[in-house]
């Protein structure tokens, strides 16, 4: 049904942030126990979301590594809770570069995989979307988490973010990946400037162009508050939803968000101008 639901629907698709860590750079710790997981995952399903992602690694600039054990232990026991809630095949999705984190959570209930490593941290991620015939959402990040905030640089970022993206989605194909279970994602504020941020926005429309649908993941983060002069990320959910509104235009078709419902709104809103 997780891909079913992508072919099915013409509009955009939203995937809600769930996050079962104690140090996500904008709801850490807010979920980690499972009711609250699941109450959550509910409410952002009433709100419109398509899919929920669950992760239980940090991934924010300078966020340290954490073992397989570990994030076991933080996203089992939520997976499984919301394979019971949640209507049967509903899309969970889960967010890790660790292959048998990933394994294991296909077998407790998700049904997509999102990698922000593009599966170089993990090659056996390929295989497991191969064989399961899973959605697999394929990031771009320049270095890893701990330092890519350490003084990236790009000659031309959307020449070298789309081509690694078209590379990671041809070693995919080569892996068994159906070609349209593939998803690229640009990575906006992984290893990016403030202005590569905006030039990669700016561009999505070629990103788009390519034979594989775009995730966007602008949600909370610095670059919005920067420009909105906002302290506190939880403030930023309006200015989130103006990049959802562009990036439909542009033909983005999923946005990854922890606002659900002001982001389906504008998603609903910028897609109904781009189909007049």
């Given at each position: ?31 980690n126990d499972p009711k609250k ?154 290893g990016k400037r403030f202005e ?81």
């Amino acid at each position: 049904m997780a891909e079913e639901i992508y072919q099915q629907r013409d509009t955009p698709l939203i995937m809600g942030i769930l996050n079962v860590t104690p140090d996500s750079f904008s709801d850490g710790g807010q979920f980690n126990d499972p009711k609250k997981a699941v109450a959550h995952a509910l409410e952002m399903v009433s709100q419109g979301a398509d899919i929920i992602d669950v992760g239980g690694e940090s991934t924010r600039p300078g966020a340290e590594a954490v073992d397989t054990d570990e994030q076991l232990s933080r996203v089992i026991p939520v997976i499984s809770a919301l394979r019971e809630a949640l209507p049967e095949g509903f899309p969970i999705s889960i967010d890790t570069t660790d292959a048998e984190v990933a394994r294991l959570s296909v077998i407790a209930g998700v049904n997509w995989l999102n990698d922000i490593s593009a599966a170089e941290d993990s090659p056996e991620m390929l295989t497991l979307a191969a064989r399961h015939d899973l959605p697999l959402v394929l990031m771009h990040r320049k270095g890893k988490s701990a330092t890519m905030q350490n003084d990236p640089y790009y000659d031309d970022v959307c020449t070298e973010v789309f081509a690694y993206l078209e590379g990671r989605a041809e070693q995919a194909l080569n892996a068994g990946v159906a070609a349209d279970k593939i998803v690229l994602d640009p990575g906006i504020g992984f290893g990016k400037r403030f202005e590569d941020n905006l030039q990669l926005l700016a561009n999505m429309a070629e990103l788009c162009a390519k034979p594989y649908p775009v995730l966007l993941g602008t949600s909370r983060k610095r670059f919005l508050s920067m420009i909105c002069q906002v302290d506190q990320s939880n403030q930023l959910g309006v200015a989130t939803a103006a990049t959802t509104a562009l990036a439909v235009r542009s033909g983005v078709r999923i946005v990854r968000v922890h606002d659900v419902l002001e982001n389906r709104q504008a998603a609903d809103v910028a897609w109904a101008i781009h189909s007049a």
